[in-house]
C-alpha cells in the first residue's frame, strides 16, 4: 500500500509516542508536525485524529499547509493496507528524543570521530529524533571557500588553510541553536575548535579502525584526500586510520558523551555481517546524551536500552528472512 493523499491508516496510539506530547489528544485533535516529530519524509497536509486511549487514524489531506503532523511513510509500504505497526524502537526513538530535546535546551549536539565513523549517516537521523536541524561541517567549509571540494582545497591550498577554514565554519556553527552537527574527523586536533564544540554537547562515535576502513575503503577514498587516492586498498586505508586514530584518541576521548560501537555491538550480538543499525546506534546516542544531561557525566557502562535494542535487531532480522 503506498500511502496516498486520503487515506487513512490506523495507528497504535503508544507507537506515536504522542502521549507524552503536550497536546491533549481530542477526537480531530491537529497537531503540529514539530510536536510529533516524525522522521525523513514530511507531509505538510496530514490530519490527526484519536480518541483517548484508542486507536489513533492518520489521515493525508489533500491541502498542504505547513506545520502539520508528518511522519514516516516507509512503514506504511510494507503494512497491510488500513493498518500499520510502529516498531517498539520507532516509539523509542521518538520517546527519548523527546524527552533529550527537552532536557538539552537548544544546545548544539557536535559528532565526532574518525572518518567513516558515521557522523553524517546518524546525524540526520538524531536530527530528525530530536526536532533539530542537521549541518555538516566540510559542507560549511566548502560554502566558506566558495564551492571548492575538501580534496581541492587541500589541494590547492593546504592542509593549513583547510583547518583555519574549519575553525571558522566551527565558530559559525557554534553560535547557532538546535543543530547536530556532523564535523569532519580532523575537527578536534586543535584546542581552539574545542571552545566551540564545548559550546554544545560532544559526541564521540568511537567505531573500531577495522570497521572504519572496510566502510572506508567500500565508498572509495576519492572525497576524503588524507587518505591518499580515491581507490587506495583496505590494508593501506587500515594503516593510515591506524596511525590517525593514534593521534587523535586523546582528543576524542575529550568528548562528553561517547558512543563505544564494540560495547553496542556485544550487547546486541552482533556479527560482522549483522553490525549494529544505524537506528539502534541512534537511539544508544540519545541514551548517552540522555545520561550526561541529568548526571552532569558519561555512562559509567553503556546504559543500554539492551532488550529494546536486541528486539529491534530480532525484528529486523526476522523480516530480512
Ligand atoms: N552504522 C553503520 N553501519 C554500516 N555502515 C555505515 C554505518 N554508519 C555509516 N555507514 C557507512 O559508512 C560510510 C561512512 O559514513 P559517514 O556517515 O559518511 O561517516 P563520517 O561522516 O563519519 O565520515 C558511508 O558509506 C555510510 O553509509
Ligand atoms: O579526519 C580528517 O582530518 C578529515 C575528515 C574529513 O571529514 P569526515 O570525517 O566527515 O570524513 C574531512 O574533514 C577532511 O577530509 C579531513
Redo the contacts with the bound molecule.
Keep these: 500500500m503506498a500511502m496516498q493523499v486520503g487515506h487513512s491508516v490506523t495507528l497504535p496510539r503508544t507507537s506515536y509516542g504522542v502521549s507524552n506530547s503536550n497536546h491533549a489528544l481530542k477526537d480531530t485533535s491537529m497537531l503540529s508536525w514539530k510536536s510529533v516529530r516524525r522522521g525523513k519524509q514530511i507531509f505538510p497536509g496530514v490530519s490527526l485524529k484519536s480518541s483517548s486511549g484508542r486507536p489513533l487514524s492518520l489521515q493525508i489531506s489533500d491541502q498542504p499547509k505547513t506545520g502539520w503532523a508528518a511522519f514516516k511513510v516507509y512503514n506504511l509500504e510494507k503494512e497491510t493496507p488500513g493498518s500499520v505497526s510502529l516498531s517498539e524502537f520507532e516509539a523509542r526513538l521518538t520517546d527519548l528524543g523527546q524527552e533529550v530535546a527537552r532536557l538539552n535546551n537548544n544546545k548544539n549536539i557536535f559528532l565526532v ?5 558515521g ?2 549517516t546518524v546525524g540526520k537521523i538524531l536530527a530528525d529524533a530530536l526536532g533539530y536541524k542537521y549541518r ?3 559542507d560549511e ?1 566548502e560554502k566558506i571557500e566558495g564551492g571548492l571540494a ?2 581541492e582545497i ?1 589541494r590547492l591550498k593546504g592542509e593549513t588553510q ?1 583547518r583555519k577554514t ?1 575553525s571558522d565554519a566551527l565558530r559559525k556553527l557554534c553560535e547557532k541553536k538546535d543543530l547536530v552537527v ?6 578536534v586536533i586543535y584546542d581552539a575548535n574545542w571552545e566551540y564544540l564545548g559550546n554544545g554537547i560532544t559526541v564521540w562515535l568511537d567505531v573500531p579502525v577495522k570497521v572504519l576502513a572496510k566502510r572506508v575503503t567500500a565508498v572509495g577514498t576519492g ?4 587518505l591518499g587516492d580515491g581507490c587506495a586498498d583496505f590494508e593501506s586505508v587500515l594503516l593510515k586510520l591506524s596511525t ?1 586514530m593514534k593521534e587523535r584518541k586523546a582528543q576524542y576521548s575529550k568528548a562528553h558523551c561517547r558512543l563505544c560501537f564494540e560495547e553496542l555491538a556485544k550487547s546486541l550480538q552482533s556479527t560482522e555481517e549483522h553490525e549494529p543499525t544505524v537506528e539502534a546506534i541512534v537511539v544508544q546516542i540519545l541514551e548517552e546524551i540522555r545520561h550526561y544531561l541529568l548526571h552532569g557525566k558519561r555512562t559509567p557502562a553503556p546504559e543500554l536500552s539492551t532488550n529494546l535494542a536486541r528486539d529491534i535487531e530480532e525484528n529486523r532480522a526476522a523480516s530480512a528472512a
Excluded at 182 to 187: E, I, L, N, V
Excluded at 223 to 226: A, G, N
Design positions: 570521530g574518525m572518518m567513516g565513523c557522523k553524517s555538516d561541517s566540510d567549509i575538501v580534496k587541500f583547510f574549519e556532523a564535523t569532519g574527523g580532523g575537527a572525497s576524503r584526500p588524507l590517525l
